[in-house]
């Protein structure tokens, strides 16, 4: 069959994949946001039926034979088809290690762990989950194996978060940087203890909606293609071409917390709005990586919605919400929502300490997968890492080992996305700002449209064309490393 | 094969089915009420894929073998086995009738024609809809052919909404209905002179909104499986077993529509809910005919809800969303809502002159089917029937002939279930109030329960296994007529 024929084949095949994907991601959202109670069970039937057809679809043996073949004759097609067999190949080559009984037992194994794992936690009982964490290690290893790797094990699990990357770099650049920070930390205490922050203060549910709306408006998030929900976990989903969607929570005791949840989750979907939207069904039209994601979400919430240029511009909408009755000092503002204080509990970690979090996650996991530490010691481990890095014990390991869900649903090497993202935000951030030397007068009066043009022409309308790795290089002239994100705290808290 | 391997083949194949055409009410309810606007273009793609996907699996040639198979040998099977053979063999004999050319041409055209009406209806501009009404009688005409018929080709059309109905009986019928209620009306009108009726007020929407809620939640509408949301077009819709989503409208001149509008899905809910739910995806579960379905929605809506003893459980309701400001006495509420007047336009009707204007559209859409009048011809001859059945005229064709979508989008034979559900409704409340002697004391104070219970075990629970009038006959020992209404507008209103 000629190239264009199988192209054609592809394109097509893709075409309904995404039409597919599109109604998964609808049903989830619709389960998190809107479904009645009593719907789980014919829900979670719906969504089995969906899942086997996309898997159909995804294995079809005509578009994994017209992968197959255009990889072979790469060199005869233009660019961007290139590109999209290259990904598709890599994609269907990965599916194609798997066998499905090792996918089967690792959805099931997965599943039940979950449920364990939910019934354990407020328990503070970690023996009734060892063996299902035992499980899926023993699982995430035989993946490995299936999926070949050169030295390191790990590499094969980080592969499907953050293609291409290798622990080999990952790793050290993360322990650099939890070193750096760590010297920092007592620094920025010591600057904080002459900080007057804004004392505590409350806003209604219904005015902290209000709130993110508005200035979901104001930093361009449209309502035309867009919404914005509640949930107890927040998430950004995109239910089909034009349909972005975010969801917030809100926390009594932290009344901006839904805010920032708000510019994070807007982050993710404006990475997705601007991908090319007529690559949409392609690789050209999806997101490269899971650390490039969560570059663009940190890069909202913290290095841009925690910036004294963006806590001006909210000022006069928080008094605007409040009707005039609360009208914060900018730099007193800045001063709360940029506390630093060495904690537990990841997920409400600031954004300085917060890397510490994932070193201890990625060191722990590397240890467990390489057979350096059983997952009955683990606890232990856990709150020796806890203590050296961050001087926190858990009082139990209901907000020690047990608090995050990942490991036990089967997810390794996931952690460190989380940290690249970081690093990669304050990268993009400092080019940003070399190239556009009024960023922060722009934010300040809310002219957020040369921040977003940068984001797309630099980051979103590649997809994946280039590997994270090389879209940092592009954009920064740079490997990805630590040291903007290490410039970037020590000119936040002034430090030298 | 063994009956039960064909049944085993059957049920299974159903089931699929069910969960697909959940999905697909899915996709259309969140684009009714959720959906974002830019995110038009490509639902529309993911609802033919799902449409396609949908249709291949109910043409299945397995399913109709096996339905073909098991219908030859429907006295060997057990009684429930039967009936769901015996209409499977319905739908599907129907369905290949048609010829996909047929369909698709069919599908086509009303899409073209719907957009066409949808411009023209304001514009004021009959001509311009006219060859798309003219093509779309002629396919339906051609449809009533394949189908084939008795004597009247009305019937293959009405088939499609009210199985079993003949024209020769529904038409009679109705006419009779509609002959009756011209008389009442000048007596209700008098009647109506000595009336005071609750002067207008307003309610913001918020609070028609927490009105709406707090009754559904009262007559037994549950949030555990249930959702009311807000849509420019109230619909009841279920995504889903244990998922019964309603809508209603908001009607700045008519604060209590709402609260009617949501009756009305409600009825329709409830009946879906009410249906046997471990038959959900086989003809047990599944309603019987469009004018079985409005008989719960109008007896929820008017008979019920349009009640003395319903207003004086709502007066306590309302006063409790207002925080006491509005507590109308109940007399003078319902002589509100329960005024009767001829007017133009079918949806805001009173439920008396309501049937006078399906007896217009039957009476019309009969003669233009049997070519007893031109397209051309039908603004007039509305006009004509209008001034004789109502005694209005409208000043344009927007409110005339232009003003219900369901001619130009080709549905023929639609109109009478509207009549025949509020037929039904009469009935069933006549038999409930024999049978229950204390209903409206219950409804007065609230307690639903028996209401709920006798439509279950008379109406919801049988599903498809009788025709509507079969039901209709097992309730009210009485075959479907026009007495009971009459009796009951009649009572309604202190007639002789």
């Known amino acids: 069959m000629s190239n264009s024929t199988l192209l054609t084949t592809i394109y097509k095949k893709l075409e309904e994949i995404d039409h597919l994907q599109g109604v998964m991601t609808l049903l989830g959202w619709d389960q998190s946001t809107m479904m009645p109670a009593a719907a789980a069970a014919g829900r979670a039937q719906q969504r089995a039926l969906m899942a086997s057809l996309l898997h159909t679809r995804r294995s079809d043996p005509a578009l994994l034979d017209a992968v197959d073949t255009l990889a072979a004759r790469s060199s005869e097609l233009d660019l961007d088809d290139r590109i999209v067999v290259r990904e598709l190949k890599r994609d269907c080559d990965r599916a194609r290690k798997l066998p499905s009984e090792h996918v089967a037992e690792r959805a099931r194994t997965a599943a039940e762990s979950y449920t364990a794992w939910k019934s354990a936690r407020p328990r503070d009982d970690f023996a009734s989950v060892q063996p299902f964490l035992e499980s899926l290690l023993a699982l995430n290893r035989r993946e490995a194996e299936l999926i070949g790797y050169?030295?390191?094990?790990?590499?094969?699990?980080?592969?499907?978060?953050?293609?291409?990357?290798?622990?080999?770099?990952?790793?050290?650049?993360?322990?650099?940087?939890?070193?750096k920070l760590s010297k920092l930390i007592p620094q920025i205490q010591q600057r904080q203890a002459d900080f007057r922050p804004l004392s505590p203060f409350e806003l209604t549910i219904d005015t902290q909606m209000e709130l993110c709306r508005l200035v979901c408006e104001r930093i361009g998030f449209s309502f035309d293609s867009g919404r914005l929900d509640a949930t107890t976990h927040p998430f950004a989903a995109s239910p089909g071409p034009g349909d972005f969607r975010i969801t917030t929570r809100f926390r009594p005791a932290d009344p901006l917390s839904s805010l920032y949840s708000t510019l994070h989750e807007a982050g993710h979907a404006f990475y997705e709005r601007g991908l090319p939207a007529s690559h949409r069904s392609s690789p050209l039209g999806q997101s490269v990586s899971l650390g490039i994601h969560e570059s663009q979400s940190l890069l909202w919430e913290d290095v841009i919605g925690r910036s004294e240029a963006f806590l001006e511009f909210l000022q006069p909408l928080l008094a605007?919400?409040?009707?005039?009755?609360?009208?914060?000092?900018?730099?007193?503002?800045?001063?709360?929502?940029?506390?630093?204080?060495?904690?537990?509990?990841?997920?409400?970690?600031?954004?300085?300490?917060?890397?510490?979090?994932?070193?201890?996650?990625?060191?722990?996991?590397?240890?467990?997968?390489?057979?350096?530490?059983?997952?009955?010691?683990?606890?232990?481990?856990?709150?020796?890492?806890?203590?050296?890095?961050?001087?926190?014990?858990?009082?139990?390991?209901?907000?020690?080992?047990?608090?995050?869900?990942?490991?036990?649903?089967?997810?390794?090497?996931?952690?460190?996305?989380?940290?690249?993202?970081?690093?990669?935000?304050?990268?993009?951030?400092?080019?940003?700002?070399?190239?556009?030397?009024?960023?922060?007068?722009?934010?300040?009066?809310?002219?957020?449209?040369?921040?977003?043009?940068?984001?797309?022409?630099?980051?979103?309308?590649?997809?994946?064309?280039?590997?994270?790795?090389?879209?940092?290089?592009?954009?920064?002239?740079?490997?990805?490393?630590?040291?903007?994100?290490?410039?970037?705290?020590?000119?936040?808290?002034?430090?030298?």
Chains 1, 2 share one sequence.
């Open 150 to 179: 050169q030295t390191e094990p790990y590499d094969a699990l980080l592969d499907a978060f953050e293609p291409e990357a290798k622990i080999a770099e990952v790793g050290p650049l993360l322990l650099r940087l939890g070193e």
């Open 320 to 496: 605007a919400v409040s009707a005039g009755s609360f009208s914060p000092d900018p730099r007193a503002l800045w001063e709360r929502v940029n506390v630093v204080q060495p904690s537990l509990i990841r997920v409400d970690a600031d954004e300085v300490t917060y890397s510490l979090h994932i070193v201890i996650r990625m060191e722990l996991e590397l240890a467990l997968l390489n057979d350096e530490l059983s997952v009955k010691e683990l606890p232990s481990a856990w709150d020796d890492r806890y203590r050296h890095y961050l001087g926190v014990t858990a009082p139990s390991v209901k907000d020690g080992v047990l608090q995050d869900v990942h490991w036990f649903s089967g997810a390794v090497g996931y952690f460190p996305t989380y940290s690249l993202g970081k690093l990669h935000a304050a990268m993009f951030y400092e080019q940003m700002q070399q190239e556009l030397p009024t960023l922060d007068d722009c934010i300040r009066s809310g002219n957020f449209t040369p921040l977003h043009q940068w984001l797309t022409d630099n980051v979103h309308q590649h997809g994946r064309r280039y590997s994270s790795t090389e879209l940092v290089r592009r954009c920064c002239n740079s490997e990805p490393n630590e040291d903007a994100l290490i410039r970037y705290v020590q000119q936040k808290f002034g430090l030298d």
